[in-house]
């Protein structure tokens, strides 16, 4: 017996019915715009699992806005990024257009990865759908899955500047919420009518609402924010964000501008640093230190009292793979508050000589993440609290630039002296003597900063790599 099987060509060919249970399909990867001129054009000659790679590129016109999956479990992204690859609506109120609809109950396997929407406007009037959501609307049940994405420069006349969330349960992972505009509430994003949606590891800035909510305003989702950055918003009630019956864990809701910063009730907030104070488990009202928030950057300052402040377990577990700047995660011991986790990505190579005393090695780091004035300490290890200190290789103050490479070489004499890392500068040392005939093992630290919080706590971000010297 045999089945006909449709191909994207409108064509069809004839199977054995065992060859085609037996063999699973294979997902396409169908090319913006080297196969297809427009993304929507891919979108509809997509079938479930496929994926639409688009290519660096701005986009604008009919097909490359007003996007809809139809329902699809596809994924839609960027080939090289949210930053390469740009969805430009060229919406007003007069003629609007907005990034991308869901509408048609998309489940968690309908995937739009990577790519910046931007000038999206809705038309004008107050509560129906056609209001709400500038960039992004999500309504009738659905639960699309959106990530690594920049939602910029958007408008509502209602509800949502950048996102509305109506009766649906999206997960948004990693994306940038930033410079779009509500004429109600939700600067950034609304969400309403129940649903529960999710969004981690997002930063919502620099929002403005013209009642409620700048940066969030949630009436009745169930929203779960976590790992969310929420900063620099503006609106009269609700500054930085309005929830009712929302979660607020391992969060920053600071420097918002209007009203309150958090207001609403019946929330849940736990492990978050929320200006002005609000009960909960281990919540601050602590200066979050932002790198430069005047130019809108809300990335951490590496003596930031936020570091080390989270809880691993949140209701939005499974964290994301890799924070807002796209670092992974799932290396990190202590997660921080908020959508960035401060690390500096290092690589420490050595050779060490065993030719007698002293004992010699080279040691070089690379820091990929630029920003304050650091104390740089190079110590050994030998299994001793505490590190070792090199003659010459503690206490220099550098300027961390990005992918600065800083390279060392440095001379162990037969008996060392221990380090207490606990002030911005080498403390008191002690004798430690090593016998010369033992194999030691040795640590090489590189501590871009050691510092004092608030509370008389010491933390300190770095990495180590291990020698064993016989």
């Known amino acids: 017996m045999q089945a006909s099987l449709p191909l994207r060509s409108g064509l069809r060919i004839a199977l054995p019915l065992t060859l085609l249970f037996a063999t699973p399909t294979l997902a396409d990867t169908l090319h913006v715009p080297a196969e297809y001129s427009t993304i929507q054009a891919a979108i509809d000659a997509a079938v479930p699992g496929d994926i639409v790679l688009i290519a660096d590129g701005v986009y604008t016109g009919p097909g490359n806005r007003d996007l809809d999956f139809a329902g699809k479990a596809i994924t839609v992204k960027s080939a090289h990024g949210p930053e390469n690859c740009i969805i430009d609506c060229e919406g007003t109120f007069e003629e609007p257009y907005r990034g991308v609809i869901f509408d048609d109950g998309e489940t968690r396997a309908a995937i739009l990865d990577g790519v910046t929407i931007t000038g999206g406007a809705t038309e004008v009037g107050a509560v129906l759908p056609q209001f709400n959501g500038g960039a992004i609307q999500i309504l009738n049940d659905s639960s699309p899955t959106i990530r690594h994405c920049i939602l910029r420069g958007n408008q509502a006349a209602c509800w949502g500047g950048a996102l509305s969330i109506n009766h649906s349960s999206p997960r948004i992972e990693n994306t940038l919420i930033t410079e779009n505009s509500s004429g109600d509430d939700g600067g950034g994003v609304f969400a309403w ?54 979660t607020l864990g391992n ?43 005047v130019n809108g950057d809300y990335r951490l300052r590496f003596d930031s009292p936020c570091i080390d402040r989270g809880i691993s377990q949140t209701s939005a577990d499974p964290l994301p793979a890799f924070d807002i700047d796209r670092r992974d995660n799932r290396t990190i011991g202590f997660l921080d508050m908020g959508a960035d986790e401060v690390s500096i990505d290092l690589s420490l190579e050595g050779t060490p000589e065993a030719g007698g005393a002293p004992i010699h ?75 010369a005939s033992a194999p030691v093992g040795v640590e090489v630290f590189f501590a871009p900063i050691v510092w004092e919080l608030p509370e008389g706590t010491v933390s300190s971000v770095g990495a180590t790599q291990s020698f064993l010297i016989q």
């Open 251 to 293: 969060s920053i809701v600071w420097g918002n501008h209007g009203g309150v910063a958090l207001e609403g009730s019946s929330n849940d907030v736990y492990y978050s640093d929320v200006e002005g104070g609000v009960p909960g488990v281990a919540n601050v009202d602590l200066d979050p230190s932002f790198r430069d928030p």
């Open 361 to 435: 090695f080279a040691a070089s780091a690379t820091v990929t993440q630029a920003g304050d004035r650091a104390e740089v300490f190079l110590a050994l290890g030998d299994g001793l609290a505490g590190g070792l200190p090199v003659p010459g290789g503690g206490g220099r103050t550098l300027d961390l630039d990005a992918d600065s490479l800083f390279s060392f070489w440095l001379s162990l004499p037969p008996v060392l002296r221990r380090i207490d890392l606990t002030g911005p500068s080498p403390a008191a040392t002690v004798p430690v003597a090593i016998p």
């Open 193 to 246: 009518n129940g649903g529960e949606p999710v969004l981690v590891g997002v930063m919502i800035t620099d929002n403005v609402a013209a009642s409620i909510g700048g940066g969030v305003c949630d009436f009745g989702s169930s929203l779960v924010l976590v790992h969310v950055t929420i900063a620099g918003n503006t609106a009269p009630f609700g500054a930085g964000a309005y929830l009712f019956g929302s």
